[in-house]
């Protein structure tokens, strides 16, 4: 064995398997003093990240997780690591693309101990990931080739949403957002729609897929609840995973990017909603608390949620008057794959109950932000 690798091969022993502040020190140490052992430490932080591929981990979840239990030198640590491995892995498909697309190699700046205190601490946190469920990669399933025939109508689509939920989440009228909203979520109907009538006229052989999305404090209950909400409006099933921060959502390709960016966007809008709310309850009289916020939050997911539905539903009666033919076949189909697919990745799934609602005002005036853009009359929620 080299001086090199021994270095690096002693720092480990000392400090990987412990989780001592004593330990770190001894490793950092032995790495700091050692110039010539760079090369083999980076080389060894790239099969750490190869290891949690192997995991069932993706770029987006590792980078994740990094900044949710270190900090930003972890972060772009280990960004620098994916992208120097993804040098040498090969293509895995346009959303894993998408993934290492949004990070930065830009090394942190500081002392030789304080880098590798870092770096012992990362890969410390890459060492114990637990395994999770496989996503398949995107481009690769039984669904790529449909896929990517239909790449430039779904980019011309994703980009009438993105620019109607830019539009909701800029304007100061809640009312407008909420209408915005709306629209979008009836162009992605529309769409799904479209492309099961697609799928069904060529035979096509669609599958499921699932991709993770982050679910981040606080309020993290309330966050999950509203995208499930989103999820179930659109043909798919959110799964929390309350441990990890994120929930996986099962659905056809087509839905799950709309999926992510409708929720991302009713998340702005919902929390400036919460932020105006508690503003004029603390111009009352009343001080901040933690449980009126949560309560909005769970308010306007339960109220979203349902809102949301009722445009898709209106949308599949729209686009059965305009085909002449009867959808619910088509989309009962879909349905059962979904929900198969998601069996098979979450066999022991089990239901949550929502915490911490216990604010009648925060309930109430979380449900009356949801509520602004009624697509038709309804009781009011109690």
């Known amino acids: 064995m080299s001086s090199t690798s021994s270095t690096v091969e002693r720092a480990f022993e000392a400090a990987l398997y412990a989780d001592s502040d004593a330990a770190l020190d001894t490793g950092a140490s032995l790495l700091a003093a050692d110039s010539a052992a760079d090369p083999e430490l980076a080389r060894r932080g790239e099969e750490f990240v190869a290891g949690a591929w192997r995991r069932g981990w993706q770029p987006a979840d590792v980078v994740r997780f990094v900044r949710r239990e270190l900090e930003d030198i972890h972060v ?15 293509p895995r498909g346009p959303r894993w693309a998408a993934q290492l697309a949004e990070l930065t190699a830009e090394p942190p700046r500081t002392d030789r101990f304080s880098h590798a205190t870092a770096v012992l601490e990362l890969y410390r946190l890459l060492l114990r990931l637990p395994s999770i469920e496989p996503l398949d990669a995107p481009g690769t399933g ?3 080739s449909h896929t990517s025939q239909a790449s430039h109508q779904d980019s011309r689509m994703l980009g009438r949403i993105r620019a109607l939920l830019a539009k909701a989440e800029a304007t100061g009228f809640p009312e407008e957002a909420e ?13 799904s729609i479209d492309e099961a009538l697609l799928a069904a006229r060529t035979h096509a052989k669609d599958a499921p897929g699932a991709c993770r999305i982050g679910i981040d404090a606080p309020y993290e209950t309330a966050k999950a609840v509203l995208l499930d909400a989103v999820a179930g409006a659109n043909r798919g099933r959110a799964v929390w995973n309350e441990a990890l921060g994120f929930s996986t959502v099962v659905g056809f390709e087509a839905d799950l990017e709309a999926v992510e960016l409708l929720y991302t966007s009713l998340l702005v809008q919902a929390t400036a909603a919460m932020t105006k709310a508690e503003a004029q309850q603390r111009a009352g009289g009343r ?5 009126f916020r949560q309560s909005f939050l769970a308010a306007y997911a339960h109220r979203i949620g349902d809102r949301l539905a009722e445009v898709a539903e209106a949308q599949v009666g729209a686009s059965q008057g305009e085909s002449g033919r009867d959808l619910l076949p088509v989309l009962a189909a879909r349905d059962v794959a979904v929900a198969d697919h998601m069996e098979q990745m979450f066999p022991d799934t089990v239901t949550t109950r929502v915490r911490g609602v216990t604010d009648a005002a925060g309930w109430e005036q979380g449900a009356a932000a949801a509520d602004r853009a009624q697509v038709r009359a309804r009781p009011p929620l109690r």
């Open 76 to 90: 772009r640590l280990v960004s620098a690591l994916v992208l120097a491995q993804a040098k040498d892995d090969g």
């Open 287 to 291: 001080k901040r608390t933690k449980t």
């Open 179 to 191: 209408a915005l909203s709306a629209k979008a979520q009836e162009l992605m109907a529309r769409h």
């Open 142 to 144: 039984p669904q790529a």
